[in-house]
């Protein structure tokens, strides 16, 4: 066996804790410097070589900043990328295909992204040995064997060229600041294309807007058509539906598959299940420990490598990477309400600038959770904080004065949180949090290693995760959550899901969802609100509808069809014109 051991740099507070880590370490005990500090006030050192695996260091530390792990020794052979001493390791690395779009899949800290910026050259793979200078046929000999070795030869060479859209949009504004869209998508629009993609990605209405006043959605659809404009040999989208909603992801999800018609690379991360399983030929899976280390899977079929993910096992390598397989549920077509009502509201006229929303009246039940669906700019949030106002009785209670009466999760979390991270969970469940709740929400959704950071230093993805556990701690009657799963991975979204279903059960409570990943959307949802009409101008919210009514109406409004896989129950895009797509199209059953 071979140790990684990683040290959270930001959580590590060698000044305040008296150094466990060194003083307990039975290594250290007998005279060899397994754990050592260069300075006093920095994170300290842990040899690899030197350490035995007890993890007793690990259990000591008030902080949760270490982690080590023992692995196989087969695996050092696979070492592709090491980000310093005591860091995140890479093992292996993705064969990619010309003509066909590549999905990579795997929780948040995993190395999704760092394999996408080594393809895009952005990162220098070193081997794992840090601190050295790794030349390029260093590199290729340790991917000698790869089924793409011929490509990856070029890509490192410089002899093709990759176009790259990030992550993380919030620099776009302040790296092109005041330019209006439509002067930097013309300057950039190699391939000529700039009417044809504009119309694709709806984007007519801001080509006048300055990129500084966008918002995530538009700044998202931006990037998307900076990349698909440009000429290269290898596209990346980084988690491409983040902001859009149903049918935005859906347009672009078609734009990002056509690139592969010119036989280019193409390669996306993204936790839309539904929407990877509509765009991606072939899927690979990462595995291992956030933030510690990552292992690369061989590549599978989209259905194979999304069916092999929900599983948490690896047929073709023999490898078990999670303990229980997640399956999906379908919902019996009923037409009943529940008999204990929880809330009852009246019908909704309200106008915000140029906007009107109508919904018409309804209830929700206890133990029930009513999911809200429509494109973006439609009303979802306002419905949202229309049936917040109408429960609390109060319309000029401030936002943040909301969060702390009620389970209410806003869509924007930027901002909302002030102090230490456990302190934050601990006023939201009013004392110390039990066990169970420990390991149901906080530790799933990796918070327990946050527990002593400031809420004001949390990345976007951290910063929902704690505002999702603040509100569903709370002792609410009704829970209302404007869009839990965004920023959140796979796992973390299903964690989500699994908890709104305990928290509403167990309480006896209910929960309005607004959300646009239509696997989430299926799988948490008891009934449907569905909201139609012209973004930005009008919107038409219906009565709460059974969850088979409510998808088939919004899948026809989005003009798709959705069937179910046969061994975990998870919903499918059909492919348009196909032969299941035209037989649902024909009995007007666009939902499975």
């Not at 801001?206 to 990129?211: E, G, I, S």
């Amino acid at each position: 066996m071979v140790r990684v051991a990683v040290i959270e740099k930001d959580s590590c507070k060698p000044t305040k804790c008296g150094k466990p880590c060194r003083k307990y370490c039975p290594i250290v005990r007998t005279g060899q410097e397994a754990i050592y500090f260069v300075k006093d006030d920095e994170p300290p050192v842990i040899n690899e070589y030197l350490c035995s695996g007890c993890c007793i260091c690990v259990r000591k530390c008030p902080f949760n900043a270490i982690s080590v792990v023992n692995l196989p020794d087969e695996l050092e052979k696979k070492v592709f990328h090491r980000y310093g001493v005591n860091a995140f390791k890479l093992y292996g690395f993705p064969a990619l295909s010309p003509g066909s779009v590549t999905g990579i899949l795997g929780e948040n800290g995993i190395g999704k992204s760092t394999v996408l910026k080594i393809i895009g050259g952005l990162v220098k793979p070193n081997l794992g040995r840090v601190g050295e200078e790794v030349n390029t046929e260093d590199i290729l000999t340790a991917l000698r064997g790869n089924v793409s070795f011929n490509l990856v030869e070029k890509i490192f060479k410089g002899r093709l060229k990759c176009i790259y859209k990030p992550q993380y949009l919030d620099e776009i504004p302040r790296l092109i600041g005041e330019k209006k869209v439509e002067e930097v998508l013309e300057r950039i629009d190699e391939k000529k294309a700039f009417d044809r993609i504009i119309e694709q990605l709806d984007l007519k209405r801001v080509l006048n807007n300055r990129v500084n006043t966008l918002s995530g959605g538009e700044l998202q659809r931006l990037a998307i058509a900076a990349a698909c404009m440009r000429e290269g040999d290898v596209y990346l989208f980084d988690e491409p539906s983040s902001f859009l909603d149903v049918r935005q992801r859906l347009k672009a999800a078609d734009l990002i598959a056509s690139l592969k018609e010119e036989n280019k690379i193409v390669v996306v991360v993204e936790h839309d299940l539904t929407i990877l399983d509509y765009l991606a030929d072939y899927v690979v899976i990462m595995y291992g420990q956030p933030s510690v280390y990552g292992i690369v899977s061989q590549v599978l079929s989209a259905r194979v490598g999304i069916n092999s993910y929900l599983e948490g096992y690896i047929r073709q390598e023999n490898i078990r990477f999670r303990k229980d397989s997640i399956k999906f549920h379908a919902h019996v077509r009923t037409e009943e309400t529940p008999q204990v009502k929880m809330f009852e509201w009246p019908t909704i006229e309200v106008s915000i600038g140029n906007f009107h929303l109508s919904a018409e009246s309804g209830s929700i039940g206890v133990g029930e959770v009513i999911g809200i669906a429509g494109p973006n700019g439609i009303g979802k949030t306002t419905m949202l904080k229309e049936l917040l106002k109408s429960f609390l009785g109060d319309s000029s209670i401030p936002e943040g004065e909301v969060i702390k009466k009620i389970g209410y999760k806003p869509q924007y979390v930027s901002g909302l949180f002030k102090g230490v991270v456990s302190d934050i969970l601990k006023e939201a469940y009013g004392g110390e949090i039990p066990e169970f709740l420990q390991d149901e929400l906080i530790k799933p959704l990796k918070l327990d290693r946050l527990s002593d950071r400031l809420a004001e230093t949390l990345s976007g993805g951290e910063l929902q995760a704690l505002a999702i556990c603040t509100a569903l701690l709370r002792d609410s009657p009704i829970y209302f959550l404007d869009e839990p799963c965004a920023y959140l991975d796979v796992e973390q979204r299903l964690t989500v899901i699994r908890a709104i279903r305990h928290t509403v059960l167990a309480k006896k409570s209910s929960a309005f969802v607004v959300e646009h990943d239509i696997a989430a959307l299926d799988f948490l949802s008891d009934r449907l609100i569905f909201i139609q009409g012209e973004p930005s101008v009008f919107g038409q919210a219906s009565q709460p509808m059974a969850v088979a009514e409510g998808m088939n109406s919004l899948l026809k409004y989005l003009d798709v069809t959705i069937r179910r896989e046969p061994d975990n129950l998870r919903p499918r895009i059909n492919k348009k014109d196909s032969k299941t797509d035209r037989l649902q199209r024909a009995q007007n059953k666009y939902y499975y």
